[in-house]
Structures are given as structure tokens and as C-alpha cells.
């Protein structure tokens, strides 16, 4: 056997030996790639499992950011488990950045289902985020030992549908009833939708152009967009584009 083919094979298969035995390792089945449809059905299993189980490492912490930190990693790490799956970091900007994903983790309290995201331009208000979202609704509940994370809804947003709801409405209908340019740069103004007279014409003629997807979010202005979540939540996949699960 040449030293070319010998150095396939054992880059193939690895042969290790413990105690005199021989233990043969393959190389491991290829994990599947995951997909949107993979995504949000792990979401619903993690969801599932998640709540039975006792969060011990939760105990008495009241700390928002730190429940939805422990939420994200935890999730990712089952994800990682089973499928071929990009995380992401701050550097990529959202959780799972792979061309085919394109989500955002967002974990909130029912108690005030919201969160924040980056800004980045005034068009996310009306055209969407850019990128899918994954929320996760839970209710925590402390005892002196133990922690449960009941989630009560879990929700997947399509990033067409990731725009401010009550903005895209009437666009849409200012579009639909004939607006002009001017109509459409005095609502934004009107809404204090971010940005100067360029940008608002900018948007005027795209969104004449093509008109804006419903969106389903509330987005208020701030230094961050702050995302509420009360009406995705309970659309009931009645909406094409958004996925929900209630328990």
C-alpha cells in the first residue's frame, strides 16, 4: 500500500489502543445542517424540556439579561447537539448568523414581553429587521432550592415580518388608497420615524416601490430599538411567516 493511500485510511478511520484492546473510531456521522423548519421545531422540544426541568444556577436571580444570557446559551448548546449549526457572536451581530438561519435569540418575561436590538437604520421600522427572530416567553418561579422556567410561549418571526406593526398598516393603506410622495414623507415625519429629509425621501420612493410586509412588532424609538412582543405572541399562526407555540 502506498504511503499516500495509508495516510487516507488512517485519516479515515483511527485506531486507538487502551489496555491491550482495540477500539475503532469512525469517522462520526455528519450532524444535518439545520434549517429554518429544524429551528423552530428544536425551539418547541427545548421549550418542552426546559420547563420540567430545575434551574438550580437561577435561584434568586431577578436579573433579566442574565435569565435570557443563561436561556440563548442553553439553547444553542442543543441546537449544537444534534445539527451543523453557526453561532454567532458580537462581531456577527446576531446568535445564529448562517446564510440559511438568519435568527436573532430574544428571551423575555411574560410579565413584559420586550427587548432591544441594535439600531441600524430608520428602514428596519418599516421594511423589517433584516433577520428572522426567535422568542422566547418564560414565567419564573423561585423556591428556597429550586428554579423553574415555565416558558408560555414560543414564537418565530420570518424577517419580512419584523417590522412595526400600526407604521406598516397605514403605509400599506396610504399606498393602496393612491398617496403621492409628500403624503408618505409627512406621515413619517408625523410618526418620528428616525432620519432627516434625505432619508425620508429615500424611503418614500422605496417604500412607493415596493410596498412595506405587515409587520407584527411594536418598535419605539430609543438608542436601541425596543421591541415589544405582546401581539406576535398571541397571533395564533394566523399570520403567514409567523410560527407560535403556547403552553
Known amino acids: 500500500m502506498s504511503i499516500e493511500k495509508w495516510a487516507g485510511l488512517c485519516y479515515i478511520v483511527i485506531c486507538i489502543f487502551m489496555s491491550g484492546d482495540i477500539q475503532w473510531i469512525g469517522i462520526q456521522e455528519m450532524k444535518p445542517v439545520l ?3 429544524a429551528l423552530i421545531d428544536s425551539a418547541r422540544r427545548f421549550c418542552e424540556i426546559e420547563s420540567r426541568e430545575n434551574h ?3 435561584i434568586g436571580v431577578t436579573d433579566g439579561k442574565a435569565v435570557g444570557t443563561y436561556v440563548e446559551h442553553k439553547f444553542q448548546h442543543f441546537l449544537q447537539s444534534q445539527y451543523r449549526v453557526d453561532i454567532g457572536s458580537s462581531a456577527k451581530g446576531i446568535d445564529l448568523p448562517g446564510d440559511i438561519i438568519q435568527t436573532d435569540i430574544k428571551v ?4 413584559q414581553p420586550q427587548s432591544s436590538c441594535p439600531f441600524r437604520n430608520a428602514r428596519q421600522k418599516i421594511f423589517g429587521l433584516g433577520y428572522n427572530l426567535l422568542i422566547f416567553v418564560y414565567d419564573k418561579q423561585d423556591t428556597n432550592n429550586s428554579c423553574t422556567l415555565h ?13 412595526d406593526f400600526t407604521i406598516t398598516r397605514r403605509l400599506r393603506e396610504m399606498v393602496m388608497d393612491g398617496a403621492n410622495k409628500e403624503d408618505i414623507i409627512g406621515f413619517l415625519q408625523d410618526k418620528n420615524v428616525p432620519g432627516d429629509e434625505i432619508v425620508y425621501n429615500d424611503l418614500a420612493d422605496e417604500i412607493l416601490d415596493y410596498m412595506p410586509e405587515q409587520g407584527y412588532l411594536t418598535i ?3 438608542l436601541q430599538w425596543r421591541l415589544q412582543y ?15 407555540y403556547e403552553w
Open 230 to 244: 405582546a401581539r406576535v405572541i398571541a397571533l395564533d399562526n394566523q399570520v403567514d411567516g409567523v410560527v407560535n
Open 35 to 37: 434549517t429554518i423548519d
Open 220 to 222: 419605539s424609538n430609543a
Open 108 to 111: 423575555t418575561s411574560i410579565t
Open 56 to 58: 438550580v444556577e437561577l
Open 151 to 163: 416558558f408560555t410561549h414560543c414564537t418565530f418571526i420570518d424577517k419580512e415580518r419584523t417590522a
